[in-house]
Every structure is written in C-alpha cells, then in structure tokens.
C-alpha cells in the first residue's frame, strides 16, 4: 500500500474510535477499559525512567501517559517535563489542555517525517506507527536524530488481541541499536537502548 494511503488510513481509524466519547479519557489514550487496565498495561513504563528529564512521547494522544508517568514517578523524586507529537490535530489540543504549562511542547506531526529543532532525554515510540517495512529504520533515525547525548529511546508494541508479539529488541538489534533493558504487561512490550554518554549515575 502507498505510504500516505497508510498513514490516512490509521490516522481515520484513531480518529474515530479516540475521539468517539469526549468523555472517556482512557479511550482518548486508545484504551477503552478504565483506569484499572491502564495501570496494568502503562506502569511497566516507569522501569524504562531512571533519572528526571525532557519526555518526548511520540503518540501522545490526549497526554494521558504522560501524565500519569508524572504522578507515577512523584514518589520515586523522578520529575519528566512533558512533550508530545501526535498526527491527530484533536488529539493535541486535549494534551495541551491537560498540560497547560506546556502547551508550547506539544504539536502535531507525523513521525515519519518529524524533524525536530531540538533532543530530548527520552523518546518514546512504538513499533506500528508506521508501515512494516519502515519500522527498523525509523527506529534507528529516530534514535540518531532526536535523543540527546546520554539519553533514552524506549520502544513499545502494543499489542492488540491474540498472542502476537513482535520481537522489538531484534528490530532493534537489527539496526545495530544495543537494546540496554526490556519489560512489559499483558499486551504491552518494551525494549529501550541508551545514547552514549549515560552512566549509572550521571
Ligand atoms: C495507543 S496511542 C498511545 C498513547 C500513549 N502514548 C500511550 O503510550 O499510551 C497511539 C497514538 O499514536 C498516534 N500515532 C499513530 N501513528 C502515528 C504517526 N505515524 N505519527 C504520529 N502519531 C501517530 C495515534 O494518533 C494515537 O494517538
């Protein structure tokens, strides 16, 4: 399929079900089942954070995960300043209302084609926002343009019904990105590589 075919597609398939119940923030993250299954399928995410810094979630949706990161990570003295991209113009503008100290970190954009002016400490993607012949490559142009020195790509698959499970730390590997850590849920997988530059305790 045309690559822009592919993106359209998603990008109207998100749109209707994320946007089809204004009331429900989890669906509006792409989780219709409530706080309980949030928890369960997000808070493995919290492994992947070690120390405070600049979070780009790319797919940010309505913020919800980055929000919840925050909170999650309070009791541990961890602080994330929040940034977001999302293709879905809808979907910024609920980020930007739930974080309104920030609405200047949020925008839209594709990541395929995202070129940010700036790095961040960590950036979180997943595996399927873009065709599967494109997966392993953007992986590795994401982690050489946008991560900054000692930081952090985390990459998830979520992974919906069945038992289908891509092997992200091999897509990784197979860009030689040196997969540094990996955790998940029940639907959820995740691997992360380090830039150079980190140390235990920098
Ligand atoms: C499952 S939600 C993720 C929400 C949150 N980041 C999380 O991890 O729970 C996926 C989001 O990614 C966005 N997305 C999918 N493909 C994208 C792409 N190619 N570029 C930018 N955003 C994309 C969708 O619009 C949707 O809001």
Not at 13 to 42: I, K, M, N
Not at 43 to 50: F, G, P, T
Not at 58 to 63: K, T, W, Y
């Amino acid at each position: 399929m045309d690559r822009e075919v592919w993106f359209e597609t998603l990008r109207r398939r998100v749109a209707d079900f994320y946007l089809s119940d204004p009331a429900d923030e989890f669906r509006q993250s792409g989780r219709s089942a409530g706080a309980e299954r949030w928890f369960e399928t997000r808070h493995c995410l919290v492994e992947a954070i070690d120390r405070s810094g600049d979070f780009m979630d790319i797919g940010c949706a309505n913020g919800l995960l980055l929000d919840t990161l925050i909170e999650w990570l309070g009791p541990d003295g961890l602080t994330i300043v929040p940034h977001g991209i999302d293709f879905v113009p809808e979907l910024i503008e609920l980020a930007r209302r739930r974080h309104p100290h920030h609405v200047d970190n949020f925008s839209v954009a594709n990541v395929w084609d995202w070129a940010p002016d700036r790095r961040y400490d960590y950036v979180r993607t997943n595996v399927e926002y873009v065709p599967d012949t494109d997966r392993a490559g953007n992986l590795r142009r994401l982690f050489d343009e946008t991560v900054g020195p000692g930081g952090r790509l985390i990459v998830c698959h979520y992974v919906g019904g069945g038992n289908q499970t891509d092997d992200i730390a091999g897509l990784m590997r197979s860009v030689g990105l040196d997969v540094s850590g990996i955790t998940g849920a029940d639907g959820v997988a995740v691997a992360w590589v380090d830039a150079p530059g980190r140390s235990a305790d920098s």
